[in-house]
């Protein structure tokens, strides 16, 4: 998390707290309905998500190709 929005950590470098998701737009949604990251990073009230929807659109553009090899990754969005 960077200045109240959950931000993608792929390479699982930023510091403080982490929450894994899976790379798919079905269980972002499902986080945000559970208000998730906010008990994740401890934070009070509601967090941008933006990015990381990005990042999950992007990945998921990548799987189409046949062969990615990346099924069963997760992204850190911390």
């Known amino acids: 998390m960077v200045d109240g929005a959950v931000v993608p950590d792929p390479r699982r470098r930023l510091p403080g707290r982490g929450a894994w998701l899976h790379p798919v ?27 990381v929807r990005v990042h999950i659109d992007t990945v998921n553009g990548a799987r189409e190709t046949p062969g990615s090899g990346i099924e069963g ?6």
Do not use: H, I, Y
């Open 25 to 51: 737009p079905e269980c972002l949604d499902r986080a945000e309905r559970r208000s998730a990251f906010p008990r994740a990073f401890r934070a009070g009230g509601p967090l941008d998500t933006a990015r």
């Open 73 to 78: 990754s997760k992204v850190d969005p911390s």
